[in-house]
């Protein structure tokens, strides 16, 4: 029996192929959130999902990025993320939130 119970990622180009709107990232937010939901995104790690399934993997996800723009890109794969989703730390979030996010692992 495995002692593992959470993996963490990144989202941007690590958990989520985002480079299409990469571009938009460096303009105003709001900008970049209509955008969101005109894009498909790939997962990466397609392989990884079935190990995380077979294992019942608990899931954090971690970015530098605003919640919001967190919210809608992981809402655009959210047939995926239903049940998976530990945590989403966010920016300076992640120092708050660390010992809880640390403790899933």
């Not at 963490?8 to 990232?25: E, H, N, P, S």
């Not at 937010?29 to 997962?43: D, G, N, V």
């Not at 079935?50 to 294992?55: G, R």
């Amino acid at each position: 029996m495995s002692s593992i119970e959470a993996i963490i990622f990144d989202l941007d180009d690590t958990l989520i192929d985002t480079a299409q709107i990469k571009q938009l990232r460096r303009r105003p937010w709001s900008e970049c959130y209509r955008y969101i939901p005109t894009k498909t995104f790939a997962l990466f790690g397609e392989e990884l999902s079935s190990i995380i399934e077979d294992k019942n993997l608990k899931l954090g996800i971690v970015t530098n990025s605003p919640r919001p723009y967190a919210t809608k890109v992981l809402l655009s794969k959210v047939s995926y993320f239903v049940g998976k989703l530990v945590n989403l730390i966010c920016g300076k979030a992640l120092y708050l939130n660390c010992d809880k996010l640390l403790s899933l692992v």
